[in-house]
Nanobody, 115 residues
Framework: QVQLVESGGDWVEPGGSLRLSCAASRSISSSNAMGWYRQAPGNQRELVAT???????RYADSVKGRFTIFRDNGKNTMYLQMNSLKPEDTAVYYCNMEFGFTGYWGQGTQVTVSS
Protein backbone atom coordinates (compact mmCIF):
# COMPACT_ATOMS: atom_id res chain seq x y z
CA GLN A 1 0.00 0.00 0.00
CA VAL A 2 1.21 3.50 -0.86
CA GLN A 3 -0.03 6.67 0.79
CA LEU A 4 0.01 9.92 -1.16
CA VAL A 5 -0.40 13.19 0.70
CA GLU A 6 -1.14 16.33 -1.27
CA SER A 7 -0.62 19.88 -0.08
CA GLY A 8 -0.40 23.40 -1.43
CA GLY A 9 -3.99 24.05 -2.43
CA ASP A 10 -5.31 27.49 -1.57
CA TRP A 11 -7.34 30.45 -2.74
CA VAL A 12 -5.55 32.74 -5.18
CA GLU A 13 -6.52 35.64 -7.39
CA PRO A 14 -6.47 35.28 -11.19
CA GLY A 15 -2.94 35.57 -12.50
CA GLY A 16 -1.48 34.17 -9.31
CA SER A 17 0.65 31.10 -8.72
CA LEU A 18 0.54 28.01 -6.55
CA ARG A 19 2.75 24.96 -6.13
CA LEU A 20 1.11 21.66 -5.28
CA SER A 21 3.06 18.83 -3.66
CA CYS A 22 2.37 15.11 -3.53
CA ALA A 23 4.48 13.21 -1.00
CA ALA A 24 4.63 9.43 -1.28
CA SER A 25 5.19 6.91 1.49
CA ARG A 26 7.68 4.95 -0.63
CA SER A 27 10.40 5.64 -3.14
CA ILE A 28 8.94 7.21 -6.27
CA SER A 29 11.92 6.25 -8.40
CA SER A 30 10.18 2.90 -8.94
CA SER A 31 6.96 4.47 -10.16
CA ASN A 32 6.03 3.74 -13.77
CA ALA A 33 4.22 7.01 -14.17
CA MET A 34 2.64 9.72 -12.07
CA GLY A 35 0.43 12.68 -12.66
CA TRP A 36 -1.98 15.32 -11.56
CA TYR A 37 -5.71 15.31 -12.25
CA ARG A 38 -8.47 17.71 -11.30
CA GLN A 39 -12.20 17.67 -10.80
CA ALA A 40 -14.42 20.71 -10.78
CA PRO A 41 -17.98 20.57 -9.38
CA GLY A 42 -20.28 18.83 -11.81
CA ASN A 43 -17.42 17.72 -14.04
CA GLN A 44 -15.56 14.49 -14.53
CA ARG A 45 -12.01 14.12 -13.28
CA GLU A 46 -9.60 15.21 -15.99
CA LEU A 47 -5.91 14.84 -16.68
CA VAL A 48 -3.77 17.88 -15.99
CA ALA A 49 -0.23 16.59 -16.44
CA THR A 50 1.67 13.32 -16.35
CA UNK A 51 5.30 12.29 -16.18
CA UNK A 52 6.65 8.83 -16.85
CA UNK A 53 9.66 6.99 -15.48
CA UNK A 54 11.48 8.03 -18.65
CA UNK A 55 10.56 11.67 -18.04
CA UNK A 56 8.08 11.85 -20.86
CA UNK A 57 5.73 14.68 -19.94
CA ARG A 58 2.24 15.39 -21.17
CA TYR A 59 -0.01 18.35 -20.42
CA ALA A 60 -3.66 19.06 -21.02
CA ASP A 61 -4.01 21.72 -23.71
CA SER A 62 -5.71 24.02 -21.23
CA VAL A 63 -2.63 24.23 -19.00
CA LYS A 64 0.25 24.11 -21.50
CA GLY A 65 2.68 26.95 -20.98
CA ARG A 66 1.28 27.72 -17.53
CA PHE A 67 1.75 24.53 -15.48
CA THR A 68 4.91 22.50 -14.92
CA ILE A 69 5.07 18.99 -13.49
CA PHE A 70 8.29 17.79 -11.92
CA ARG A 71 9.52 15.48 -9.21
CA ASP A 72 12.24 15.16 -6.62
CA ASN A 73 13.11 11.49 -6.21
CA GLY A 74 15.23 12.26 -3.17
CA LYS A 75 12.19 13.66 -1.36
CA ASN A 76 9.75 11.12 -2.84
CA THR A 77 7.62 14.07 -3.89
CA MET A 78 5.97 15.18 -7.10
CA TYR A 79 5.05 18.80 -7.74
CA LEU A 80 2.79 20.88 -9.94
CA GLN A 81 3.86 24.48 -10.40
CA MET A 82 0.85 26.48 -11.54
CA ASN A 83 1.32 29.99 -12.92
CA SER A 84 -1.05 32.48 -14.53
CA LEU A 85 -3.98 30.81 -12.81
CA LYS A 86 -7.45 31.34 -14.22
CA PRO A 87 -10.88 30.96 -12.60
CA GLU A 88 -11.45 27.87 -14.75
CA ASP A 89 -8.53 26.20 -12.98
CA THR A 90 -10.67 26.03 -9.85
CA ALA A 91 -11.01 22.38 -8.85
CA VAL A 92 -9.92 19.70 -6.44
CA TYR A 93 -6.50 18.50 -7.60
CA TYR A 94 -5.52 14.87 -7.13
CA CYS A 95 -2.16 13.19 -7.57
CA ASN A 96 -1.80 9.68 -8.89
CA MET A 97 1.18 7.33 -8.92
CA GLU A 98 1.48 3.94 -10.55
CA PHE A 99 3.65 1.20 -9.08
CA GLY A 100 3.60 -1.97 -11.11
CA PHE A 101 -0.03 -2.58 -12.05
CA THR A 102 -1.53 -0.58 -9.20
CA GLY A 103 -2.43 3.06 -9.17
CA TYR A 104 -2.76 5.12 -6.01
CA TRP A 105 -4.59 8.38 -5.43
CA GLY A 106 -4.12 11.17 -2.96
CA GLN A 107 -6.99 12.68 -1.01
CA GLY A 108 -7.15 15.85 -3.09
CA THR A 109 -6.36 19.48 -2.43
CA GLN A 110 -8.66 22.39 -3.25
CA VAL A 111 -7.51 25.14 -5.58
CA THR A 112 -9.77 28.16 -5.88
CA VAL A 113 -9.03 30.98 -8.32
CA SER A 114 -11.23 34.02 -7.94
CA SER A 115 -11.16 37.72 -7.29
Amino acid sequence: QVQLVESGGDWVEPGGSLRLSCAASRSISSSNAMGWYRQAPGNQRELVATITAGDNIRYADSVKGRFTIFRDNGKNTMYLQMNSLKPEDTAVYYCNMEFGFTGYWGQGTQVTVSS
